[in-house]
């Protein structure tokens, strides 16, 4: 045991170092000599004299005495303002600042927030940013909705469209073989036919079927997209979730995770056509005979029945009803397609 006083720091040691703290303390309030001392110790004379000579015994930093950066304070303090205000990324602030900073790229950026301890996010913004809200309260009618990557089927991808009522967890489900504009206004449509009460708010993400918000600028458009178009006619106000946060539209994700658990995972296709029935039998099921505790216990079905008096009808029976659709269409001539390839 060394008998001595450490002296109370925040302990770095330099990964290639022969000696720690306490021995440093030894060997500099030590009367040996620098030989006697690295003899005793196992290092070098070199060593045992630098730290006979050193007043303090933590390892030094290693960076410049004198930083060689064109970078002014004012542009320093205005790329930590973006990354602590706004949580960006590296890439993120460089699209920001590149038209207001000369000669401006990423890895300055990086080394200017490694300079400011900013490199990493420090965890009370990460928090502040991710604080858990509840829901404001709404009535009936405020629709969840994302797009889900199916399984490839036959070298074909595959893409669900899925919805869930906020109140009554009421979900709905479309399978589609492309992911646009056209196939999002039809799965809008197919949900307002569905649901048996007005549907007054909807929330999506930023994707391309469903919003124009996610163009670059360089490809920005002033024109109405049919989602948009859609929600007009039938008076619903069509907000999105802020860029990058996901857990904004955590109902449906929660959604999409069972449906992964209990079909996507569960069950092999052979046809696209076999994953379209396990996913409506699925949904049915779901709201018709699954309990959630959020509605006291009770299915979906029933809390619309029990409580506004209204009907649930079966999604297979309604998909049957209402059309066979475009999409419909589509998906049976991708099938037929594919199997005169493989003839």
């Known amino acids: 045991m060394l008998d001595c006083e450490i002296p109370k720091m925040e302990i770095r040691l330099h990964r290639n170092a022969t000696t720690t703290i306490g021995i440093r303390q030894v060997i500099k309030e030590s009367n040996l000599s620098a030989y006697a001392l690295a003899k005793k110790y196992g290092i070098s004379q070199t060593t045992a004299q630098r730290w006979k000579k050193r007043e303090r015994v933590e390892d030094r930093s ?140 909807i929330l999506t993400d930023n994707g391309f079927e469903f919003c124009y918000k996610a163009l670059p600028k360089n ?57 379209r029935e396990k996913l409506l039998s699925f949904v049915d099921e779901y709201n018709h005979n699954k309990r959630l505790r959020s509605l006291n216990y009770k299915t979906p079905a029933e809390y619309l029945k029990e409580t506004k008096q209204v009907t649930l009808g079966h999604i297979q029976t309604h998909l049957s009803r209402n059309c066979v659709t475009s999409l419909d269409k589509k998906l049976t001539a991708g099938y037929h397609s594919s199997k005169r390839g493989e003839i």
């Open 219 to 275: 490809k920005k458009t002033k024109k109405t997209h049919p989602f948009d178009k859609i929600c007009k006619e039938n008076k619903i106000q069509h907000r999105t979730i802020k860029f990058k946060h996901p857990w904004t539209n955590g109902l449906v994700e929660n959604f999409n995770k069972k449906i992964k658990k209990g079909v996507l995972r569960k069950f092999r296709f052979s046809s696209i056509f076999e994953l």
């Open 62 to 201: 290693s960076c410049p005495h004198k930083l060689r950066t064109t970078l002014t304070e004012a542009e320093e303090e205005l790329i930590c303002f973006e990354r602590k205000q706004f949580k960006k990324t590296i890439e993120d602030i460089y699209f920001t600042l590149q038209g207001r900073v000369s000669n401006l790229y990423p890895m300055k950026i990086y080394r200017c927030l490694c300079r400011h301890g900013l490199e990493v996010l420090p965890e009370e913004f990460v928090k502040a940013e991710r604080q858990i809200k509840k829901f404001r309260r709404y009535g009936l009618g405020y629709v969840h909705i994302d797009l889900l990557y199916g399984p490839k089927i036959n070298k074909e991808r595959s893409y669900i469209f899925t919805a869930i009522d906020r109140v009554s967890k009421v979900g709905f489900v479309m399978l589609g073989r492309t992911k646009n504009k056209t196939t999002g206004a039809e799965f809008l449509k197919q949900v307002i036919r569905f649901y048996p009460y007005k549907i007054n708010y």
